[in-house]
């Protein structure tokens, strides 16, 4: 039976080209699926026992009589008995066995010899089962052959030639079954071969990034020294320059010193004339030296300046193996704005310039600080946002409930969006996203509105948690929010929801998005009127100091904007002035 099973499956299952199917399983008594895998297949535990019970024991002696029998060393073919080595004496000294054939157990359990089949028949007792019934799988005697198995459809064939065909199918199997392994094993082989493959190119990609590491590193420490050894240069150059004044000015102290003392001694004993005159003209000349200007404390301050426009501007592209350089920052531009204290919003233009909106309308400035072109002078500009068409929407500031569409000619076009107005929403932030989605912010109800430019009214409100939108950035990668109240910079996601939270004890924030992702963000602090500007990363991690304690003047409103020019520079507007900064 189960060499029937066997072949069935070596013809079917084991070629590589069958597909799994459904399987009748005599010994499971049920249909089984086959899987992709031979290991798969369901295990039969009573078969499974069985088997490990043959491979684990010798069979015992079926002709003792005791009830503890002693292990099989032999087996007779003619007689079917497993005999010990006490009944394989007997049996062999008895002449009428002198012709059977008797087997070693070592041959039958390491399948050298096969065991035929000598069983009496159940029904029979006193018959052997000679015959083998094909159809209905089982060994029968001659008798049972004549009165169950003559119907048609059944056929009949000498046991002894259906084991020879079972042993012939076993070897054929065997064979197979050797080649198979054989091919496995080989391919078991080939895997450990690719793998020792894989393993010495995985370690020489180690080797190479250690070596590599090593030669950047020391690169890097080149790099390291040297900017050290500029920093300090530069600061022995700053030295030299404070000690030079220092010096000076001890020179002038001493000989002030030494004047007062020839004339102070010199009242001390009487004067002759020419003692007279030598002492008037001591006189005059301490008269001159204290007449001088007092030290001027703008040198040492100017030296200080200069110091502290150096900023080291780390490298962040990945190209770059360089820790970075020293820079330093200059003002570009200082312009007084056409309107003092009407500043309301500033934002970069699609062709480059930097737009101040106001209370005279739009004014655009060049990076060097000219300005090129006033627009909207009627309109009282609140916020302003640029389309990727070149097309602007205007908020007005005093119809605030007003939002407009405007031409990259300055026309306005007949759109409407029904946004809040100031009474009802109060002030906030405006931006457009990559996707020309237009987000407005209101800060009394902490709310963002959100429009497409076909106008109308808004198609989804994000609310604002334990922030108020003023002024609102859009990350041009990814579509997600920057706001600011001024006390903190946030991101967010499209759902209001908080990512990054970023601010300074001390200071108001005010930020921009630039056109990489990355971010700046201006720290004021508005008592002392300083401004320290930053370099972020995206997700508000801290790349650089750009400009420290830059002195503005002070602003009542504390009302700032900031953004970057595509060329770099960066522009800081306050209510009365715009800053532009060569970095």
């Not at 198995?149 to 012939?168: F, P």
Request: charge should be negative; include cysteine; hydrophobic fraction near 30%.
């Amino acid at each position: 039976m189960f060499s029937h099973i066997l072949q069935r499956l070596s013809g079917k299952y084991l070629s590589n080209s069958a597909k799994p199917t459904n399987y009748n399983m005599p010994c499971m008594r049920e249909e089984t699926p086959l899987p992709s895998r031979v290991g798969e297949l369901k295990t039969n535990v009573p078969l499974t026992s069985l088997v490990d019970e043959v491979k684990t024991k010798s069979p015992t002696c079926t002709v003792c009589k005791m009830d503890e029998k002693p292990l099989a060393v032999s087996y007779c073919q003619d007689c079917g008995k497993y005999m010990c080595k006490s009944c394989d004496s007997k049996h062999s000294s008895w002449a009428p066995f002198s012709t059977h054939t008797v087997v070693a157990m070592s041959k039958i359990l390491s399948g050298k010899v096969p065991i035929k089949r000598r069983r009496k028949c159940k029904k029979h007792p006193n018959d052997d089962e000679e015959c083998f019934c094909t159809g209905c799988r089982e060994y029968v005697c001659l008798r049972c052959v004549m009165l169950r198995h003559s119907q048609a459809g059944h056929q009949i064939e000498e046991a002894a030639i259906h084991e020879e065909k079972l042993m012939e199918n076993i070897k054929e199997l065997q064979e197979r079954a050797k080649s198979k392994k054989t091919t496995i094993e080989n391919y078991i082989d080939f895997i450990e071969t690719q793998r020792n493959e894989i393993t010495n190119m995985m370690r020489q990609l180690n080797n190479d990034i250690d070596k590599t590491y090593k030669e950047c590193m020391k690169l890097l420490s080149d790099r390291r020294e040297a900017l050290k050894c500029h920093v300090k240069r530069l600061s022995e150059k700053f030295e030299k320059e404070l000690q030079t004044m220092e010096e000076e000015s001890r020179q002038t102290v001493n000989h002030v010193n030494a004047m007062e003392e020839l004339v102070t001694n010199g009242m001390k004993v009487p004067l002759e004339k020419d003692a007279l005159f030598a002492h008037d003209t001591l006189c005059e000349n301490l008269k001159s030296l204290l007449g001088r200007d007092d030290p001027d404390d703008q040198s040492p301050r100017g030296v200080t300046e200069r110091a502290q426009k150096i900023s080291f501007r780390r490298y962040v592209k990945v190209n770059e193996l360089s820790l970075g350089e020293l820079k330093s920052w200059d003002v570009k531009a200082d312009i007084e704005l056409p309107t003092t204290r009407s500043m309301e919003c500033m934002t970069l233009a699609p062709d480059g310039k930097m737009a101040v909106g106001s209370d005279d309308g739009i004014h655009l400035y060049s990076p060097d600080g000219e300005l090129q072109q006033t627009v909207l002078n009627d309109v009282s500009v609140d916020n302003i946002g640029f389309l990727s068409d070149g097309r602007s929407v205007v908020r007005d500031v005093l119809v605030y409930k007003e939002m407009s569409l405007y031409t990259p000619q300055w026309e306005k076009l007949d759109v409407t969006f029904e946004t809040m107005s100031y009474d009802d929403g109060g002030i906030g932030g405006l931006t457009v996203d990559r996707d020309d989605n237009i987000y407005v912010g209101h800060n009394k109800t902490d709310k963002i509105q959100v429009f497409t430019p076909q106008g109308g009214k808004a198609v989804r409100e994000i609310m604002c948690d334990d922030y108020s939108p003023w002024q609102l950035f859009s990350f041009p990668s990814t579509g997600k929010l920057m706001v600011t109240d001024d006390t903190a910079v946030v991101c967010i996601d499209g759902n209001g929801k908080k990512e990054n939270v970023l601010g300074k004890e001390g200071t108001t924030a005010w930020p921009a998005v630039c056109r990489d992702d990355s971010v700046i963000v201006a720290w004021v602090k508005d008592e002392q009127g300083l401004v320290s500007i930053d370099r972020y990363t995206k997700d508000l991690e801290h790349v650089r100091n750009i400009i420290t304690d830059f002195k503005t003047q002070i602003s009542e409103i504390g009302w700032y904007y900031l953004q970057e020019f595509e060329s770099g520079e960066i522009a800081f507007c306050t209510p009365d002035r715009l800053y532009i900064f060569d970095v």
